[in-house]
């Protein structure tokens, strides 16, 4: 009888089973690694709950437009910018450049010009400082992103007549 072939874990488990050990090992829930962790992991909830995103074509953004204020049409274009960020934040970059995309990339180009354009500290600041600079950046970022995986996850429920999930 022939052993059972083992796959080896996937890039996406490995990333997951070192974000729960650093986050079992740290204390601090406000550290950068736990805020990541939710987001991935809301991210992955909302992935898992639609399990049919064509749905969301046509329906307005309504809660979560109102809270953020973006741009796109339908929930269904913000489900998939959600995806879209959550592939960025585990596989990197240069996926992203290596496929040239349409309205994701388009979107993406538009908010880095932004940002390039948006008075940033002194080139002359200390490297502390820029850090904290993006670091505060980066948790409000990741937090209102978290919300809005959380509330386009509720929304689909609630369009399909299921359950609610809070975190």
Not at 72 to 100: A, F, P
Request: proline fraction near 4%.
């Amino acid at each position: 009888m022939k052993k059972p072939s083992t796959l080896s874990p996937s890039p996406l488990h490995k990333i997951q089973a070192t974000m729960m050990q650093l986050n079992s090992d740290s204390c601090n829930k406000h550290s950068l690694i736990n805020v990541m962790h939710r987001f991935i992991a809301a991210a992955n909830n909302m992935d898992e709950t639609i399990m049919v995103p064509s749905l969301l074509r046509d329906l307005p953004l309504e809660e979560v437009e109102a809270n953020n204020n973006n741009k796109q049409r339908d929930m269904y274009e913000h489900y998939q910018l959600l995806k879209s960020i959550k592939n960025d934040m585990e596989w990197g970059l240069l996926k992203r450049e290596m496929n040239s995309g349409g309205f994701l990339e388009m979107t993406v180009k538009q908010e880095e010009q932004q940002v390039q354009e948006q008075v940033l500290p002194d080139s002359s600041s200390d490297l502390e400082h820029q850090f904290h600079f993006h670091l505060r950046g980066l948790f409000g970022v990741l937090s209102k992103l978290t919300m809005q995986a959380d509330d386009l996850t509720n929304r689909y429920k609630r369009e399909i007549g299921g359950g609610t999930f809070i975190r």
